[in-house]
């Protein structure tokens, strides 16, 4: 093997170690074939890439589809796909070499507006301490390229760089639970009595009537949580017309029982 080949050969190996290992590969690769005047033979550049894999890179290469293995266009992009960058969160000069090289993938495979494929792309990147970095924020974050990318800069600046914190949206609060209803029965008695009755879903003169059945009677519905003032509710048009309790007194005597009625 001539001197010339054998610097040809090891420039041109590939193992399979990193993304810059895989970009420095595929720019050797693109100047052997133009030095061989080759460099518009898909399948000749395929086949030459073939001979110089080993480890990683050729188990990888053996378990591809032949489509994909003899054509160098659909083999470069399978190679770019395969050895993504690694974020390790090292410094901040790194974070922005990695924005920068994603938003270029991205722009390379015409999807710098899709977010859903740029998060899946990136996900994968995060390595050591920014791997756990990243799996602790916010899903919304996560989940937002836009947001990601602020939240990165942010985590890991450069130094005397731009401040960018101000700028670092917070997640919305989760909403609060809504209140849990509950169903029930409004009972009437009176001072002194055992007794006690309903009030009934079958109005009278002046207000609802009273009922010892509780199968008739007004199923209303109330906010357990909290012991103060509230409004009841009538569900399921119980009463046409009415979906809401109230009182009013019929006469002036306010400290009166006797004197009151509902609805």
């Not at 399979?16 to 000749?44: M, N, P």
Request: charged share 25%; net charge negative; hydrophobic share 35%.
């Amino acid at each position: 093997m001539s001197l010339v080949i054998e610097q040809i050969w090891e420039r041109s190996q590939f193992r399979g170690t990193d993304a810059k290992e895989c970009e420095e590969f595929i720019s050797a690769i693109v100047k052997h074939a133009y030095e061989q005047g080759k460099l518009r033979d898909d399948e000749w550049i395929a086949d030459f890439v073939a001979t110089c894999l080993t480890q990683d890179a050729l188990r990888w290469w053996s378990g591809l589809d032949d489509e994909t293995q003899w054509s160098w266009k659909k083999l470069r992009q399978a190679m770019f796909s395969r050895y993504q960058p690694k974020f390790y969160g090292e410094s901040g000069e790194e974070a922005e070499q990695f924005v920068h090289l994603v938003r270029q993938r991205a722009r390379d495979a015409g999807k710098q507006k899709d977010n859903d494929w740029i998060i899946t792309f990136v996900s994968d990147c995060f390595v050591g301490d920014a791997l756990r970095w990243h799996v602790s924020l916010d899903q919304s974050i996560q989940d937002d390229w836009k947001m990601l990318q602020l939240a990165l800069l942010v985590q890991y600046p450069r130094e005397g760089g731009f401040d960018l914190s101000r700028r670092m949206p917070t997640p919305a609060s989760a909403a609060s639970a809504p209140p849990k209803i509950k169903k029930g029965r409004v009972r009437v008695c009176k001072k002194n009595e055992t007794n006690f009755s309903f009030l009934s879903k079958q109005a009278g003169q002046g207000g609802l009537r009273l009922t010892s059945s509780a199968a008739e009677a007004l199923v209303v519905e109330y906010d357990p949580s909290t012991n103060d003032p509230q409004t009841l509710l009538i569900p399921d048009d119980q009463i046409p017309g009415f979906d809401i309790l109230g009182a009013r007194w019929d006469g002036q005597d306010t400290k009166s029982a006797s004197s009151s009625s509902v609805l």
